[in-house]
């Protein structure tokens, strides 16, 4: 299974049988509005809190996805989640409701595929028949937590991405049909000694070449090989970086081919300033617009690629350069 | 591999050919203490901040595994660690230290064997040939974060726990010699309604306690299978609620065979309160002390079962209660 030092190939590949989305407002308002299952109005969700608002986005994704495949929640193995808050409070609570064995992880936004990545592993190695797999985000328990009370209304500048309302989960499991996920790399850190906290996306982006380059030296695959490569999120400053980079390595993946979650889900008028970003983002881009496209064959080959900056508010202020990393997952329509 | 709903049962059990532990000074003077490899006299570590004390804590745990192991970081496929601090910190930093490709867990004390299973079903999957798995705590860097401003000395009762000042690292490796990972058990939450902080062991006791009864029913042995449960980290308190809850449960474990990390780490005349918890405590006495019992062929079977309690300071202040977790391991010597 293991090709190169980082990357697993899948001899029998796990299938991801359903996927479940739930969103804001804004969300439901941009270009991909259409492609998600749950919409919300407002950003409380009706409850006391916004964390608890994000937590009940969460329960929502994950019970649409098991809802589709026609299991409940005894039927899965494991759950696997992360989120952006504190000891990733909105995952465990969804655990303790789902009441299914649980395993948290963190990669900042790179948790998206993290989760998928291991979810896939599991049901590969034959640790689970069923997995499910999320993460989420919520833009004002995110905004309350990692910069200021929201009632401050801080300026931003074009650099700074927007924290996305929106949790994904997909189920993976060892039949049934969907596509399917082939390949896996585990990214490692790189850290260039970018230290603005309102450009992510800048210092994410060569965490993000660098597990694609690695990726595609690993799997043996030509540079064509995908239909198409989704960051999520480096937004539109790290993108431009991330082709740059690819080209500058000498990994030639034709710039069209090369998108971004935070860039998909928000539309230019909506004023996202480079873009969407958080663990929800590439999650509702990935199962809401990505799973749907290969559903009714618009798309057969994607490497989802989802990129975390695994600073916090202290190393910020201890004045610590942003850590990034990626991971890539390979999801695939098969004959 | 799969018994039960969440259970694996390595058909070839991955092997920790070594161990690394590094300590604070409370617990190298503890009836542990000669157990431990790196050894602190003062809780800065020389560094600037306590975190940054945590981030070398658990580097150097790291590297002192690797070096038993013959190793260097190139010979390492993937790195899988965690920590209390918000955003994982001084895990991620350690990651960039060691330029390894990266999975960040988190499951609060829990993460300990979190880290270990993973390790175990990556390398026994034949996704890694070689995992590092670590954990950390700080008591300054967990106190200053999740309860006062240190300065301020804030009373505690005697159900509190004390966060223990250690890390401790693992290396799973598909061949080699030394002790055998068996068999892992994935546990779910456990949540009883406790919502008192300073009494954390109670909150846990159930999670290990479900844990544990699934772990033998699952894997099928008998009562008396193991030489040693070691739980990480109930305390005085929990660990007497676990011993009652198992056997009223009918698993009719001797009462002797139990016992916990948090209790084993520190001498009743140092004052723990309830005794140690943190992710560095399991971490520190099942690398440190369990495993060289084994390597000194005291011990020949045990089953490790780290507990976590997945709270923050916001959901204590948004009335929450404490929803705990419990993973085990079974460790074992094989002829």
Redesign the interface.
Known sequence: ??QG??T?VFPVPPVVTATGTAVGHMESEGPLGRCFDIIHKEPWLGK??F??AEQCLLEQACLEALKKANLDTNGV??FLA?DL?????SS??T??SL??????????CS?AM?SLA?AS??V??????TVLAATSSHNNAAEKQFRYPNEYGAQKNDTCQLTVTAAGSAVVQDVGNGPKITAVT????E?MGLKDPFNMGAAMAPAAAQTIINHFKERDVAADYYDLILTGDLGRVGSKILVDLLHNAGLMVESEKICDGGVLIYSEEQKPFAGGSGCGCMAAVAYGYIYNEMLAGRLKKALLVATGA??????YQ?N?SI?G?AHAVALEVLE
Chains 1, 2 share one sequence.
């Open positions: 299974m293991l030092r980082q697993w006391e809190s964390e608890k193995n494991m992360g808050i504190n000891q990733l409070s465990c609570f655990a303790r009441k299914i064995p649980f395993l948290g992880l963190f990669g900042a948790t993290e291991l592993l599991l590969s190695a034959g640790g689970a028949h585990i990214g490692a850190i850290d695994l600073m916090s508010p202290l190393t201890q610590e850590p990393i």
